[in-house]
């Protein structure tokens, strides 16, 4: 059987340039959707998942589905801190940290009127709740002296919310507290928190004593924390939940993560049947004006396989340059940032677009279904026009 060459339909590509571009077009920004929908949910997933680290773990009151709605005693706390998974650090101190966590409301940059702000999340840290997070970097200032009314932002916070740059001051519960810090964490969703001493904050805010959450280094990274879960329900003085700090941040991400995929999946269907109707009208278009060559290449002896493949080979090429042409900016908003209200904690979180080969690469099959789907009716159209009807064709 013989076969048309590729270079073939590269020319005849190249000798139709506006409806070419055009399809390229088409086709791109369908693909230019999905990428943008997979990168917002792959730079979510990664802001929110990353912030735990998979050697600690966390323990909140039972039932509860984030630290803002935990609250552990501090009877409840001093059992937690005598753990026996607790890991220690050189100096054999325990690496856990009792850690409390409020939502205050922040004008953004820009913003005026005591009603258009966001919720910002503010931790109450102790002396080893840094140690425990060794993404984490100060990249302006200092930490926050423990004892006094300071705390150091996350650069995302000090960028987006007034008064949060270094040398601003914040007022929360009825104190002023100073910003001397800012601090980077690996692109985590604490660059979106306020941390502060968590005696001062409890005080504060009226929850004398009462914190949050307990995070904690394992031992043993490895350790099947059922059985620890099994010992502490066991005990009468605790109604507590133990987990794997990065389970616990995938979870609360949940509810968030399927929203922006649901609206992103509908953008993506839509766009996508407007990339297959504009590959296949100009695929049906280049069959119509290229009849007596199809005839011609019959006549030379290329069977309706060889037209069919020929067609759907233009059709794929076409719809690769869209995806090609998708891919640049789609790197290029990876600068970009996107904030939002977690719907778990309800305080504002910022993260970036985030691309990876795995999904430049889904960009690309994508195209090239896209340009299947939209090129096999034409394709079959050519590949069974009758050879005489088609070199009869004016």
């Known amino acids: 059987m013989l076969a048309i060459p590729i270079i073939y339909n590269i020319r005849n590509l190249m000798a ?29 997933r990664y802001a929110l998942v990353e912030s735990g680290s998979p050697d600690n773990a966390i323990v909140l009151r039972k039932s509860s589905t984030s630290e803002t709605l935990s609250g552990l005693g501090q009877a409840t706390v001093s059992v937690l801190r005598t753990l026996t998974e607790i890991a220690v650090d050189a100096q054999g101190r325990p690496l856990v940290a009792a850690e409390a966590v409020v939502g205050v409301n ?7 009127g005591a009603r258009s702000g966001s919720n910002v999340t503010v931790r109450g840290i102790e002396e080893r709740s840094m140690p425990l997070r060794p993404q984490l970097r100060i990249v302006e200032g200092r930490a926050p002296t423990i004892g006094k009314p300071e705390i150091m932002a996350g650069k995302n916070a000090a960028r987006g919310f007034q008064g949060c740059e270094v040398g601003g001051s914040i007022p929360m519960g009825g104190m002023d507290w100073q910003v001397v810090g800012v601090f980077e964490a690996g692109g985590s969703a604490f660059e979106s928190e306020l941390w502060g001493d968590a005696q001062l904050l409890t005080g504060a805010f009226g929850r004398e004593g009462g914190f949050s959450s307990v995070t904690f280094r394992l031992k043993d990274p490895e350790l099947d924390l059922d059985a620890t879960q099994a010992r502490l329900d066991a005990d009468p003085r605790l109604n507590v939940e133990v987990k794997r700090e990065r389970d616990y941040y995938a979870t609360s991400s949940s509810g968030l993560l399927i929203l922006i995929q649901i609206l992103g999946g509908v953008l993506v269907v839509l766009f996508s049947f407007g990339g297959v109707l504009g590959a296949m009208v100009t695929m049906f278009a280049f069959v119509g004006s290229r009849t007596r060559e199809i005839g011609t290449l019959r006549a030379l002896g290329f069977s309706r396989r060889s037209i069919l493949s020929s067609f759907l080979i233009e059709s794929v090429i076409l719809s690769l340059a869209g995806g090609l042409a998708a891919s640049l900016p789609a790197l290029l908003v990876q600068n970009l940032t996107f904030s939002t209200t977690n719907f778990t904690t309800f305080t504002d979180v910022t993260w970036n677009f985030r691309a990876s080969p795995a999904i430049l690469a889904s960009g690309l099959v994508f195209a090239v279904v896209l340009g299947v789907a939209g090129g096999l009716i034409p394709a079959i159209r050519a590949a069974t026009l009758p050879i005489l009807t088609a070199l009869r064709e004016e």
């Not at 086709?27 to 792959?42: E, K, R, S, Y």
């Not at 004008?107 to 005026?112: A, D, F, P, S």
């Open 106 to 112: 922040l004008l953004r940059r820009g913003q005026t």
């Open 16 to 44: 139709r340039k506006v409806s070419t571009a055009l399809t390229v077009a088409g086709v791109g920004l369908a693909v230019g959707v999905l990428l943008v929908v997979m990168m917002l949910t792959h730079g979510l």
